[in-house]
């Protein structure tokens, strides 16, 4: 039985799941899924492909070099900030709003899904509900976008974008040729076209920690790869491609070298920077601003109008969370009847294990237009063992 299932993982290049198997990866390292997680892997009889697997099927980076289509099962804003170059986004508790992404794509395409990493179950419930929808190729890239970020680059919207421009926060590199760079171009941006990469490479930053956006013009475009492919391997470690590059830019109206811009800036309201009750907000909506949060956190001095809520299954939660925080699964809740449970009179903070659940106990509550003035997501990797807990803070997008 072994050797049958030994040779058919050389066959087909997949790590197969079974019940209570580790998965080892081309190096011979072992991970493995939570047990949460496995037990859906089994249940919904999936296939797990690994980071080789899917480097190789998405080609040069391009929707049109791509053998099979990708999708990010975590929630849009998670999308935006970072995903897997070529990837569609279909949240896994917004099936209904994004599938018809989908709807001219043959029932027999290799379709490979996932989320947060291991311990993510958005991706094994979003491929069975594809192969529920008749979907016959699904797999899963279980290791996810956690994985990906630190091996390889990553594909980022237009408002990560812009916003980096604006706070002069990253590295802007127009990957096409020089006359184009000279005709129009983003501002601010540098020229290094990728058929010169040898010869300005020492344009690049020497900390290879320093972020970098690079984009050329537009969707189909290999330019922007090849030169963020060769800044990975340069062992660069903040490296993303704008896909939709100069073209997308212009259409959204932004200034270019050549024309200035047709959106008007939004004034700063600067009223509600604080919630009513004392909360600092983040950029993005619905966010509290994660670093004013934990420094308060890591002195275990978190205000007494906050209540953290953390929204992981209870399982999760026994394991460890933030000191003082309470265990509310919202999963499984409505709007409704998650809001009936969060303490009153009291600022709400949502947290999770990577930003995800958190920011999708908050979308419910908004979508279902109730008041959420109180009501924030902390957007955060968090790993906790008891109350001991490792925090690292996601950057916003906007």
């Known amino acids: 039985m072994k050797s049958k299932l030994l040779s058919s993982v050389l066959v087909s290049g ?12 081309e190096n011979g390292n072992l991970t493995k899924p939570s047990e949460k997680v496995q037990l859906l892997i089994n249940k919904y009889q999936l296939k797990i492909v690994d980071y080789d697997y899917v480097k190789n099927k998405i080609g040069k980076g391009t929707i049109n070099t791509s053998k099979i289509i990708l999708i990010d099962a975590r929630p849009n804003k998670k999308f935006k900030a970072g995903t897997i170059p070529t990837s569609i986004n279909i949240p896994d508790t917004e099936y209904d709003k994004y599938k018809d992404q989908l709807k001219d794509i043959s029932k027999d395409k290799e379709l490979i899904v996932y989320c947060g990493g291991w311990n993510c179950g958005k991706s094994p419930k979003l491929a069975n509900m ?31 974008v812009k916003s980096a421009q604006e706070k002069n926060s990253a590295l802007l590199v127009d990957a096409r040729p020089y006359k184009k760079y000279l005709s129009e171009t983003i501002p601010g941006a540098i020229s290094i076209p990728d058929t010169e990469l040898d010869k300005y490479i020492g344009r690049f930053p020497s900390n290879k920690e320093e972020k970098i956006i690079v984009f050329c013009g537009g969707y189909k475009c290999v330019k922007s790869h090849v030169v963020s492919d060769k800044l990975i391997s340069l062992g660069y470690k903040n490296v993303s491609v704008f896909a939709g590059g100069e073209p997308l830019w212009k259409e959204k109206g932004y200034g270019t070298t050549k024309s200035t811009s047709s959106v008007k800036k939004e004034e700063t309201n600067t009223s509600n920077k604080f919630s009513k ?9 619905g966010s509290i601003d994660g670093e004013w949060l934990y420094e308060f956190i890591k002195k275990g001095e978190v205000p007494e109008f906050i209540q953290i809520v953390d929204v992981t299954a209870p399982d999760e939660f026994k394991s460890g969370h933030i000191k003082g925080a309470i265990n509310i699964h919202a999963e499984k809740l409505s709007a409704k009847e998650l809001v009936a449970k969060l303490p009153k009179g009291k600022t709400i903070v949502f947290n999770c294990t990577a930003g995800g659940r958190s920011i999708d106990a908050w979308t419910k509550i908004n979508n279902a237009k109730m008041d959420v003035s109180e009501i924030f997501y902390f957007d955060a990797n968090i790993d906790c ?14």
């Open 14 to 25: 997949l790590l197969i799941v079974g019940a209570g198997n580790l998965l080892a990866n």
């Open 130 to 160: 594809l192969k529920k929808d008749g979907f016959k190729n699904v797999k899963l890239y279980q290791a996810g976008e956690p994985e990906w970020n630190k091996k390889d680059y990553l594909e980022v919207d237009i408002a990560v």
């Open 277 to 285: 009750n004392g909360a600092k907000l983040g950029v993005d909506e």
């Open 385 to 398: 063992k008891g109350n001991d807990c490792k925090i690292e803070v996601n950057e916003p997008i906007g």
